[in-house]
């Protein structure tokens, strides 16, 4: 996909989620080197993602992890890719490396309840303006 960054790397996230929305803020919070951008699932834009990528949607709803001209990552394994470039404690567990069928157990099993647990938007967050060039 040629209109999107190639120097950063793109989250794309269940933009009605509430644990989702809060995970966003939590990953700008700790980026120091802006190496992130997000989308949300349902917006165009990550809907070409998703088919670009040839991504199953049905199987991954909540987050994926796009490195454009490298790579992408789903579950568990895009959460600790995340954590491992952020400026928080939370890069440490990358050290443990949560992926794999253990890693994806938890996962699922938090995404599956994550809207009985968070609650659900009627619609995806609007960035803030200072937070607008974050979003794609």
């Known amino acids: 996909m040629e209109n999107l ?33 997000f989308a949300s699932i349902q917006s165009e834009i990550g809907q070409q993602i998703i088919t670009y990528l040839g991504i199953d949607a049905s ?11 490298e790579a992408y990552y789903i579950k568990a394994e895009a959460a ?20 794999g069928s253990f890693g994806n157990f938890i996962y699922d099993y938090v995404a599956k309840n994550r809207y009985q647990w968070y609650g659900k938007k009627e619609e995806c967050m609007i ?10």
Request: glycine letters at 2%; charged letters at 25%.
């Open 5 to 37: 960054p190639r120097d950063k790397k793109i989250v794309l996230f269940d933009g009605v989620c509430n644990l989702c929305d809060n995970s966003v803020q939590f990953i700008i919070k700790n980026d120091p080197k802006d190496l992130f951008r």
């Open 59 to 69: 199987k991954v709803d909540s987050i994926i992890l796009y490195v454009p001209g």
């Open 80 to 99: 600790m890719q995340i954590a491992k470039n952020l400026n928080s404690w939370h890069r440490f567990l990358a050290l443990f490396s949560f992926t």
């Open 127 to 136: 960035p803030t303006e200072e937070m607008k060039a974050k979003f794609l």
